[in-house]
Every structure is written in structure tokens, then in C-alpha cells.
Nanobody, 116 residues
Framework: QVQLVESGGGWVQAGGSLRLSCVASGSIFRVNGMGWYRQAPGNQRELVARITRGGSTNYADSVKGRFTISRDTAKNTVSLQMNSLKPEDTAVYYC??????????WGEGTQVTVSS
């Protein structure tokens, strides 16, 4: 059984910062890609940022220059530093990882609320 535990969500005023973290544990073999997605009410879940095992990153255009994804492969952790937050960043943020066998796992989500 694989568990993804997210932390770091919360409430912040526009222009502020938050840092999300996610730890993968359990019977997971060789974590490959790790990433963050988000879903706002009435919207589809969308990619925010993703990082490969080799460290290559990609970001949604809406967060480029404001968000930074990083990982500690040895600890199976992925983090998302979110700066200059905007009200439109308000959403539930989900951690996502895939493993050597291409199995995909999701966290339960953490709420991020940015007030104007």
C-alpha cells in the first residue's frame, strides 16, 4: 500500500507565500516523476508543476516565475514553494507520483486559499 501525505496548505493574503510538501511511503518501487496538480471549484484538475527523477521540471504557464518545485529522491519527498500568490491560485492541491512500473498515486489534497 502506498501513501502520499501532503502538508503546508492554508490561508494567505495575496502576495504571500506557502510551501507544500508531500512524502510518499509504503510499497512504492523507485519513484520516478513527482508533481503537483490543483483543482478549483467547478474546474478540472490541472498540472501545476512536475519534476522528473533526473530533475527536469515543467510548470503551468500561470505559475512560471512564482512557483518552484523540488524533490529529495532519497526521502521520496516533493515540495512546492509558492510565492507571489494570487486569488486565482486558490484550489485544492494534490501530490502525484509515478513509479518504476508506471503506477500513479495521488494524495488526498491540501487546501490553499489566497484572499485578495
Amino acid at each position: 500500500q502506498v501513501q502520499l501525505v501532503e502538508s503546508g496548505g492554508g490561508w494567505v493574503q495575496a502576495g504571500g507565500s506557502l510551501r507544500l510538501s508531500c512524502v510518499a511511503s509504503g510499497s512504492i518501487f523507485r519513484v520516478n516523476g513527482m508533481g503537483w496538480y490543483r483543482q478549483a471549484p467547478g474546474n478540472q484538475r490541472e498540472l501545476v508543476a512536475r519534476i522528473t527523477r533526473g530533475g527536469s521540471t515543467n510548470y503551468a504557464d500561470s505559475v512560471k516565475g512564482r512557483f518552484t518545485i523540488s524533490r529529495d529522491t532519497a526521502k521520496n519527498t516533493v515540495s512546492l514553494q509558492m510565492n507571489s500568490l494570487k486569488p486565482e491560485d486558490t484550489a485544492v492541491y494534490y501530490c502525484n507520483v509515478d513509479d518504476y512500473w508506471s503506477a500513479v498515486y495521488w494524495g488526498e489534497g491540501t487546501q490553499v486559499t489566497v484572499s485578495s
